[in-house]
């Protein structure tokens, strides 16, 4: 007990977990530290949420269904001839109501060699707060190869998701290309409407073919640009968000991606 007392606690065990993971690795010691962090994780995901709205859709429907009265669309609708001389009234009342966003989303994550310590724990942060608002997300994580961390439809419990994100190594270059492709390969597999993917990274390919090419293959792709404004990065985010049909987004720094995450959802996943 006491040594794990003079372990890392709340966020700080979230900041040192990359590096703990090496010099305590098989023992007691980093199984504490890692609960540590995913509670710290959680909770920071769930506080930045506490006021958030969740992703809905407008839904257009007749009564009795349930909903509100569109007294606009109502009118609109084409009467009945009358067969009796009696003026007709409208065929349809139409109502309407708001739903869950009913879309598909696969989260692709940059995590080559430069994503170590605190940035791991806010992409993992971010991750969270795309499960707790839109339910229907895939994760893929990408270094020099691309792997799939929780696939479409596979209901894992929120500490989890955070748990696969923070055992990943953060090694290798940066194939863009690849994580794209797997991210893609998910979205395939979807029967929903809207399937969206979401890119984080700093847009710099080091290795691999040119993203853009597959960006334009999604149905649509937004682009969050990790990082300092750099000219390269910054052509090739625009560049791939403009292919996939979709928005750049830009956090300068790694502490503003939780809340430029939540900025997505409103502003993508709000109707």
């Not at 739903?99 to 995590?111: F, G, N, S, T, Y």
């Not at 479409?152 to 994100?165: H, S």
């Amino acid at each position: 007990m006491q040594i794990d007392a003079a372990l890392p606690d709340g966020w700080e065990a979230a900041q040192q977990l990359h590096r703990l993971k090496k010099t305590l690795a098989g023992s007691r010691q980093l199984d504490a530290v890692t609960e540590r962090a995913l509670d710290a994780i959680v909770q920071r995901a769930r506080s930045l949420l506490r006021h958030a709205a969740s992703p809905t859709r407008v839904v257009h429907d007749t009564w009795p269904a349930e909903g509100d009265l569109d007294l606009d669309a109502t009118l609109e609708q084409p009467r009945r001839i009358p067969t009796d001389g009696r003026r007709a009234p409208w065929d349809e009342v139409v109502v309407t109501r708001r739903e869950p966003r009913d879309a598909d989303v696969v989260a692709i994550l940059d995590m080559s060699l430069s994503m170590t310590g605190e940035k791991i724990a806010l992409l993992a942060v971010a991750a969270a707060i795309l499960q707790l608002k839109l339910e229907n997300v895939s994760v893929v994580a990408f270094d020099t190869t691309a792997h799939t961390l929780v696939r479409l439809r596979e209901r894992v419990p929120i500490r989890e998701l955070v748990r696969r994100i923070l055992m990943v190594p953060a090694q290798g270059y940066t194939h863009v290309a690849a994580g794209l492709e797997t991210g893609l390969g998910e979205l395939r597999a979807s029967g929903r409407r809207e399937r969206v993917g979401l890119l984080l990274s700093d847009g710099i390919a080091n290795v691999g073919d040119d993203p853009v090419h597959v960006a334009g293959r999604f149905p649509c792709l937004h682009v969050v640009q990790l990082g300092h404004d750099l000219p390269q990065g910054t052509r090739a985010c625009r560049a791939m968000a403009r292919a996939g049909r979709g928005r750049r987004f830009h956090a300068p720094t790694y502490m503003a991606l939780p809340d430029v995450v939540k900025r997505v959802i409103r502003e993508v996943f709000r109707v």
